[in-house]
């Protein structure tokens, strides 16, 4: 696996740009954080968040975290220059809530909505009914490499270190019939994983219909993240599940657990999916 290159980094890449007007941004969508050449859709997430964190700061500076986002992808960006256009729609004592739309060559590929409210390290937990799943040694799990013989670029993976659970790993060893993937990922910089990335890493595994036998790219068609708690040091868990393919669609399930088994984040998205 190649080392990302300076600046290439997920702080870097999700650097965001002031313009003239408040809720309005400039962004460089990064060729690293692509998936077969275009920008990974939880990538584009931890972008939006970025931009709207400068807008809450100023409105409700307790309001720190994005515990919830909501996106659509109504088309597929290119890297490159774009901008991000954000709308308030509430700002209470409780929570924030944003609006942000992605604009690229006249066009307005994806919209995000989001919410932001306050979260600190070890809030108390009154029901957790989503146990941690066992996985075995990080060194006894499979690294997955960034390109498949040069066909198939997942340049997201030269930035994250994926170890896959090589129980999961059906679709290069006959398949099982059960879509479910788990491992561990971190940066591969190991740069601390805060609430803002986890909305990335929400997106970041292959998709759960491959021990299926599905082909090819499975493009992301809404996305909802749930960011629970604050994630302590050290590499997580992530435990990714298709629930239901038919006509032509898949919906997974992402779950996240810190290096204390403590759920962190969820996920549920819609994607189209080939067999």
């Not at 997430?45 to 409700?60: E, K, N, P, T, W």
């Not at 690229?104 to 799943?133: T, W």
């Not at 066992?134 to 030269?158: H, K, M, Q, W, Y």
């Not at 790219?217 to 993240?225: A, D, E």
Request: aromatic share 8%; proline share 7%; net charge negative.
């Amino acid at each position: 696996m190649s080392p990302v290159q300076p600046g290439d980094d997920f702080e870097a890449a999700t650097t965001v740009m002031a313009t003239g007007d408040p809720n309005r941004f400039n962004v460089m969508l990064h060729p690293a954080w692509t998936v077969v050449g275009k920008p990974n859709g939880g990538y584009l997430v931890s972008v939006f968040v970025r931009c709207a964190m400068y807008v809450v700061q100023g409105l409700a500076p307790t309001h720190s975290t994005c515990v919830a986002s909501s996106t659509s992808y109504a088309g597929t960006p290119d890297v490159g220059a774009a901008e991000v256009e954000l709308t308030v729609l509430r700002s209470g004592r409780s929570i924030t809530q944003v609006r942000g739309t992605l604009l690229q060559n006249n066009k307005r590929p994806v919209e995000c909505s989001m919410v932001f409210g306050p979260m600190e390290a070890g809030q108390e937990r009154l029901y957790d009914d989503i146990p941690a799943p066992t996985l075995p040694d990080r060194d006894d799990c499979i690294a997955l490499p960034a390109s498949s013989d040069g066909e198939f670029n997942v340049g997201i993976l030269a930035g994250t270190d994926i170890r896959m659970d090589p129980a999961t790993m059906d679709w290069s060893a006959g398949l099982s019939g059960i879509g479910e993937l788990r491992g561990w990922a971190r940066f591969e910089d190991d740069r601390v994983i805060d609430t803002l990335s986890l909305h990335y890493f929400l997106d970041c595994f292959p998709p759960a219909t491959f021990p299926l036998g599905s082909s090819g790219w499975v493009p992301t068609l809404q996305l909802t993240n749930y960011v629970r708690a604050i994630p302590t040091a050290g590499p997580i868990k992530i435990r990714q599940r298709a629930q239901l393919v038919s006509g032509g669609y898949v919906d997974e399930v992402c779950e996240i657990w810190d290096a204390t088994d403590q759920l962190v984040a969820q996920a549920t998205q819609l994607a189209l999916v080939r067999f």
